[in-house]
């Protein structure tokens, strides 16, 4: 009973940490795609 409370206690609080982690990797993820687009975009109007 008092491991269960435990395991319990530190997902909870493990929890906040974990689901940052996630934002930060999808924001970054989205991020980079906007830059590499906007990359794109410059090096075609370089071409022109």
């Known amino acids: 009973m008092l491991i ?3 395991l319990f206690s530190s997902g909870v609080r493990m929890f906040p940490f974990f689901a940052s982690l996630l934002l930060i990797a999808s924001l970054s993820r ?3 795609q906007n830059v590499d687009e906007e990359g794109k975009t410059h090096r075609r ?3 022109k």
């Open 4 to 6: 269960d409370y435990f």
């Open 30 to 32: 989205t991020l980079a």
């Open 45 to 47: 109007s370089r071409l």
